[in-house]
């Protein structure tokens, strides 16, 4: 069996990572000893420090948007590499990270070996549910995460518009779609609203009391892992551009090609 060459990572509360069609999910958490060091990731660290809680303290470096610690994510993300099943020696990464979030992951790929690449989880959702991303016409995505939601207007190759909401009731999505349609055109919102809504992360009686509340048909993705694995690989050849320095839309996505790290 071949190794694969790109692993796709979506960080989380839950934080998703994705080798070939095998995909799991990790708790954002590292167990750190007395003097300060990582010794344990994921579901270990969690097992560790409640075993163990004089040995070690459970943190929580990131989650999607926001970080405590660069360091802890660092070594994190390494960790997680480094265990991921039927990956390549030094695979290139894909991270799918929210918009308000993208210069912060930004910075973590300057500390990964290989080649890396930072994609806009609307961006992502939307080439995943079989839209064209491309299309002068907007599409009003919905993203909701285990940490909140982010409801972007996607088109031209790029997030035109976007909003951040914590609360991720259908109420609250409602509020903040509708904010978001108050900063684009009336004929831009008339054609939005007649196409409907793209969701990802929430419950089918949820999107029918969003789309109630919007008035609008929101189609939802049932398995927003397969969503922005989709995603990704509808961009595959945007990405294999970037890392051969082709020429990519301004905006569909950032990257950074890195050396690998010299070993100790």
Do not use: N
Not at 28 to 43: I, L, M, T
Not at 205 to 211: S, T, Y
Not at 241 to 251: L, S
């Amino acid at each position: 069996m071949g190794r694969e060459r790109l692993v796709i990572v979506a960080p989380g509360p839950e934080t998703l990572r994705l080798v070939g069609r095998q995909s799991s999910t990790h708790p954002a958490a590292v167990a750190v000893d007395r003097v300060g060091r990582p010794r344990f990731f994921g579901q270990e660290a969690v097992e560790s420090a409640s075993a163990w809680p004089d040995g070690f303290t459970l943190e929580t470096p990131f989650d999607s948007v926001d970080m405590s610690s660069v360091e802890l994510t660092v070594s994190y993300m390494w960790w997680l590499f480094r265990t991921a099943p039927h990956a390549a020696r030094h695979p290139s990464a894909a991270f799918v990270v929210p918009s308000a979030g993208q210069e912060r992951w930004r910075s973590i790929c300057d500390r990964m070996p290989g080649q890396t690449a930072v994609l806009l989880r609307p961006i992502t959702v939307a080439s995943g549910m079989g839209l064209d991303v491309d299309a002068s016409t907007p599409h009003l995505v919905i993203d909701v995460r285990a940490d909140g939601a982010e409801v972007a207007m996607v088109g031209e190759s790029q997030v035109l518009g976007t909003r951040e909401t914590a609360v991720t009731t259908p109420e609250a999505l409602a509020r903040t779609a509708t904010a978001l349609l108050q900063d684009f055109d009336l004929d831009i919102e008339y054609d939005v609203r007649a196409e409907g809504a793209y969701a990802i992360g929430i419950e089918p009686e949820d999107a029918d009391r969003l789309a109630r509340l919007l008035g609008v048909i929101v189609r939802v993705g049932i398995r927003p892992e397969r969503v922005l694995a989709s995603g990704v690989m509808a961009d595959r050849r945007l990405i294999e551009a970037v890392f051969g320095k082709g020429r990519v839309p301004a905006g569909r996505l950032g990257h950074r090609t890195h050396r690998p790290l010299r070993a100790g």
